[in-house]
């Protein structure tokens, strides 16, 4: 399923947060949201899964305004992992997990074979199943990140909507997690401040500066040194990944932009 926004304005406290946005994810495509901390990222994605009502414009999921759907209708066709994970559920991960199926139920009714198919998938495809019966409390943060993953693929969406997935993850499951998003061929809007991660797991890129949209297209277009350094406020060398051929980013630590060595002297791989 395709997902647009459309001349997107979100104003909070008499404060314009997203100024105008257009951008597009195309089905199965995986989009990615990059840029400062403040500049509207949050704010965005909480408009695509109707936490927030934009103050004018529309998103669109092919082509039908989403404020047209009702709740379930909506749920059923859009998954979230927001930031906002929530406080101690006094739950298994199982029935963490169970509560991606409501909006398929009827008021009262059992837990269908469906439902229980959906739920074991999420737990395995997350590889939280050994946890399936431990309380949610008990786990790390990490822990809880995969479960509330599992949750939204238990959902069994059409667009799944990601803030900062990678949080609270060790580097394996992050790896292991970003793998997934490739693997699920779901049509995805992810905001990440790793912005090598992003380059690795995402076809397209969209660009937040202050609240507008600065740059779309492509990682190997978007996350150019210049952009780094007008959007970021770093000096940074963009080279190709030696394992994978991404672009991969290369920091300058040791001085701020256009101050120090040439790029690529000092510089070292990191996110942000």
């Known amino acids: 399923m395709r997902i647009a926004l459309e001349d997107l304005h979100i104003t909070l406290a008499g404060h314009a947060v997203v100024a105008g946005v257009h951008l597009v994810a195309e089905k199965g495509e995986i989009a990615g949201l990059v840029g400062p901390n403040g500049s509207g990222k949050s704010t965005l994605l909480r408009a695509v899964y109707r936490y927030l009502a934009p103050s004018a414009g529309r998103v669109l999921l092919d082509d039908r305004d989403l404020a047209r759907f009702s709740p379930a209708a909506s749920a059923r066709h859009i998954a979230a992992l927001p930031q906002e994970r929530g406080g101690d559920f006094e739950l298994t991960v199982a029935q963490v997990v169970a509560l991606g199926r409501i909006p398929y139920q009827r008021a009262f009714a059992a837990e269908s074979a469906e439902d229980r198919a959906a739920v074991a998938a999420g737990l395995a495809r997350t590889g939280m199943l050994d946890h399936a019966h431990r309380p949610f409390s008990q786990l790390s943060g990490g822990e809880r990140q995969r479960a509330l993953l599992a949750r939204a693929l238990a959902q069994e969406p059409d667009v799944l909507v990601l803030d900062e997935p990678t949080n609270h993850l060790d580097v394996r499951?992050?790896?292991?997690?970003?793998?997934?998003?490739?693997?699920?061929?779901?049509?995805?809007?992810?905001?990440?401040?790793?912005?090598?991660?992003?380059?690795?797991?995402?076809?397209?890129?969209?660009?937040?500066?202050?609240?507008?949209?600065?740059?779309?297209?492509?990682?190997?277009?978007?996350?150019?040194?210049?952009?780094?350094?007008?959007?970021?406020g770093v000096r940074a060398a963009v080279v190709d990944h030696p394992l994978t051929g991404d672009p991969l980013i290369a920091f300058d630590h040791r001085a701020p932009v256009g101050v120090g060595a040439p790029a690529g002297g000092g510089a070292v791989a990191a996110g942000t």
């Open 173 to 232: 499951h992050q790896v292991e997690l970003l793998a997934l998003l490739r693997a699920q061929a779901v049509t995805t809007l992810v905001a990440l401040h790793d912005l090598n991660a992003a380059a690795s797991v995402c076809d397209r890129l969209h660009v937040l500066h202050q609240g507008a949209l600065v740059a779309s297209g492509p990682p190997r277009e978007v996350l150019t040194p210049e952009l780094l350094a007008e959007v970021f």
